[in-house]
């Protein structure tokens, strides 16, 4: 069992085998068997009483932080052998250039599969399946090539080529006309649905960062994303076929209104979120991600495949 925690000024605690959780007036907001919990998810200004930490070390529960914006802090876990060898069976893995081939495959292939699975259902709704039958028609050989691709580049080549007539399409799905969106652009976000878009892919990522660190993997090793210094190499890769997500909740705030043009402003070439409308979007998104069960159990079940996938075939003598 996850708990998740985004009352501010809210305390944790331990009583009788539970976790309880107060709000700044000792209301009680939940209480949780410890024997269930597995992790702990903190945003922003949420306490821990003194048993509590203890109780999470000695039981090897893990607390990870975040600020009240998604973004990871840190993480309370109790060290031990066996997390730090799990790390260092991860770089074996990630110098073996067939698993990570392999890898690298299954994770876009899974991604190809939901970006579809998102404009197909957008245009059956919309009424606009010609868009996507002429999507499918442009992507068909992309799709037959990715089983023989031979190396890492050309696989991010046509990845980057599979998303561009993908973006084509999804900003035909944008009923709003005030937002107009002419394609990616990442940095800087040259509009306001990039702008919304790469908000969302960082708030996930850093979901993502969490459940790495909980399951004491490193998140800087990655296996399909060129492994760059400072990035989060894994966490991008475990987020590529959750990107659908994000852009699934931004065509939904979009097209119902629930954010407008005028939560954004312009500066220089950017377009970035008001500071006044940061906390209304995180929330929006922040609600959008941690009800929706399916992308939690998606995180946690690739994490532990992974994990699963690290420990097979490894000489603990070598």
């Not at 878009?197 to 800087?220: C, E, K, M, Q």
């Not at 065509?251 to 312009?266: T, Y």
Request: proline share 2%; hydrophobic share 40%; with cysteine.
């Amino acid at each position: 069992m996850n708990i998740y925690l985004t009352t501010q000024g809210a305390k944790v605690g331990i009583r009788e085998g539970e976790f309880y959780v107060e709000d700044a007036e000792k209301n009680n907001l939940a209480d949780f068997p410890s024997k269930l919990v597995e992790n702990i998810f903190i945003f922003g200004n949420v306490f821990l009483t003194t048993q509590a930490i203890n109780f999470c070390l000695k039981n090897k529960i893990r607390v990870l932080f975040l600020s009240s914006k998604g973004d990871y802090i840190g993480s309370l876990i109790s060290i031990d052998q066996e997390r730090v060898y799990l790390k260092y069976k991860q770089w074996e893995k990630f110098n073996d250039k067939k698993i990570r081939l392999a890898l690298a495959k299954e994770i876009i292939n899974e991604k190809f599969k939901r970006q579809r699975g998102l404009l197909y259902s957008f245009c059956k709704n919309q009424g606009k399946l010609d868009l996507f039958e002429d999507f499918e028609r442009k992507t068909k050989p992309i799709l037959n090539l990715i089983p023989s691709v031979l190396y890492l580049e050309d696989l991010r080549g046509y990845e980057g080529i599979f998303s561009n007539y993908y973006f084509e399409v999804f900003g035909k799905l944008i009923l709003n006309s005030k937002f107009i969106f002419n394609g990616r652009s990442h940095y800087p976000p040259k509009d306001e649905v990039n702008s919304l878009l790469s908000f969302g892919y960082t708030l996930l990522v850093n979901f993502i960062t969490g459940f790495i660190v909980a399951y004491s993997l490193d998140p800087y090793v990655g296996f399909y994303h060129e492994n760059r210094y400072k990035r989060e190499n894994l966490s991008l890769d475990l987020m590529e076929d959750l990107r659908p997500a994000i852009d699934q909740i931004t065509l939904k705030l979009i097209n119902l209104k629930m954010i407008e043009v005028d939560d954004f402003e312009k500066k220089d070439d950017s377009f970035l979120l008001k500071n006044q409308s940061l906390a209304k979007i995180f929330n929006l998104f922040q609600k959008e991600i941690i009800s929706r069960t399916k992308i939690i159990n998606n995180i946690e079940n690739k994490i532990k495949k992974l994990v699963r996938l690290i420990n097979q075939n490894t000489n603990k003598n070598d």
